[in-house]
């Protein structure tokens, strides 16, 4: 067994960035590995693509490592590049892809509430996730899944509150879409 796994985040750190400890490095990764991989998985939805931004999220981590200082909980400042990088990929995508996603807005209902969505089944919710792009599927994550204030979605994706607001109510009007000619005469 590790002898460095019973100790804090802040004590491994201080060990990696100022003893050079390489086995504390593999205890963080332990520690964090299953919740960014998790959050990549659920925005990409590819296995392979999600392994491979994972590794870089953590290299990135790991380069930055020295540059943390403790204002926030570790946990905080991993979600943080996680969130960022995610943004960054699919910044890349689009922009390498140059094509446009946006959908004919009269083929949409109207805004569902944040109740409407709340309500969906989570097993239907998921199948709902996979058939969004991942921005939308991120932004979706961000409001509801991680609680996240527009405020806060706004400096995320480093947007202004109109575009923000744009995009969450397009990602809503399209999962509720796909809900409702998926899954709502299920219900009935």
Do not use: C
């Not at 960054?88 to 083929?107: G, L």
């Not at 996730?129 to 994550?141: F, N, S, T, V, W």
Request: avoid cysteine.
């Amino acid at each position: 067994m590790n002898h460095f796994t019973n100790i804090s985040d802040k004590e491994l750190i201080a060990l990696i960035t100022g003893k050079g400890e390489t086995d504390a490095v593999g205890v963080l990764y332990d520690r964090y590995i299953k919740v960014v991989f998790n959050k990549v998985l659920i925005t990409f939805g590819h296995f392979q693509d999600s392994e491979d931004i994972t590794h870089d999220i953590f290299l990135k981590i790991f380069l930055r490592l020295n540059t943390y200082k403790g204002k926030s909980a570790f946990s905080t400042w991993v979600y943080s590049i996680t969130n960022h990088h995610i943004i960054d990929v699919i910044r890349a995508a689009k922009n390498k892809n140059r094509y446009d996603h946006e959908t004919d807005m009269a083929s949409f209902p109207e805004e569902p509430d944040d109740e409407q969505m709340l309500m969906i089944d989570s097993s239907q919710l998921k199948r709902i996730m996979e058939q969004l792009d991942e921005e939308e599927r991120m932004i979706l994550m961000l409001k509801y899944k991680d609680e996240m204030s527009l405020k806060e979605i706004m400096e995320v994706f480093k947007i202004k509150e109109s575009t923000a607001k744009m995009r969450i109510s397009r990602a809503k009007q399209k999962a509720y879409k796909i809900y409702k000619e998926q899954f709502k005469n299920i219900e009935a």
